[in-house]
């Protein structure tokens, strides 16, 4: 059971706007900022987002993320095949003192 | 160019030992917070610990006092030593950079394989 909560599953077709739901708790996204990774298939994690909605140099502006209370959002626009992959959310847990991930979100492009 | 390198991970018997490592290159390790984070197979990921630029380490409590984080600045190297070691252990390690503290983690290695089985 991870600590933040992602939907297991999200879908969409290549051109479409997909979002990412990240839902935690006042002692993590309430207080800190979230980061977002991508994981394609049989590699290491990938920073996508930092900060909520900073993107390291080289990510595409398709996408983006976004912030309020304790949920976050990810969203892809434009999507295409290789953004099939999973997705995972993390933050800064006050409790558990050290960072906490969503349980991941994966993303088939049909 | 940043590079982290792991090695170390095998086969172990559950009550069994072993030391991953993780190889930088491109800059210090010192002078970061390196973590190491597991994803058993087919799940997500798991923080396990992180030693801080300062030296300082803290681990998460699914594997306190069973595992120590260390350093090689010499060798500009990060270790995970594993003690009685559990099934549930089995996972791929990955060691991590953070970009300003803890997290971000901006660089990963790709990964060495534990698995825990008798």
């Known amino acids: 059971q991870s600590v933040l909560t992602q939907p297991p599953s999200a879908s969409g077709t290549p051109g479409q706007r997909v979002t990412i739901s990240c839902s935690g708790s006042?002692?993590?996204?309430?207080?800190?900022?979230v980061d977002w990774y991508q994981q394609l298939p049989g590699t290491a994690p990938k920073l996508l987002i930092y900060?909520?909605?900073q993107r390291p140099s080289g990510v595409p502006d398709r996408f983006s993320g976004s912030k309020s209370g304790t949920s976050a959002s990810l969203a892809i626009s434009g999507l295409q095949s290789e953004d099939e992959a999973d997705y995972y959310c993390?933050?800064?847990?006050?409790?558990?003192?050290?960072?906490?991930f969503g349980g991941g979100t994966k993303l088939p492009v049909l | 160019e940043v590079q982290l390198v792991e090695s170390g991970g095998g086969l172990v018997q559950p009550g069994g030992s072993l030391r991953l490592s993780c190889a930088a290159s491109?800059?210090?390790?010192?002078?970061?917070?390196m973590s190491w984070v597991r994803q058993a197979p087919g799940k997500g990921l798991e923080w396990v610990s992180v030693v801080y630029s300062g030296g300082s380490t803290y681990y998460a409590d699914s594997v306190k006092g069973r595992f120590t984080i260390s350093r090689d600045i010499s060798k500009n190297t990060v270790y995970l030593q594993m003690n009685n070691l559990r099934a549930e252990d089995t996972a791929v390690y990955y060691c991590?950079?953070?970009?300003?503290?803890?997290?971000?983690?901006?660089?990963w290695g790709q990964g060495t394989l534990v698995a825990v089985s008798s």
């Open positions: 491109g800059f210090t390790v010192s002078s970061n917070y």
């Open positions: 006042s002692s993590n996204i309430g207080r800190n900022s």
């Open positions: 991590a950079r953070g970009i300003r503290g803890v997290i971000p983690f901006d660089y």
């Open positions: 993390a933050t800064w847990d006050d409790v558990l003192n050290g960072p906490v």
């Open positions: 900060s909520n909605d």
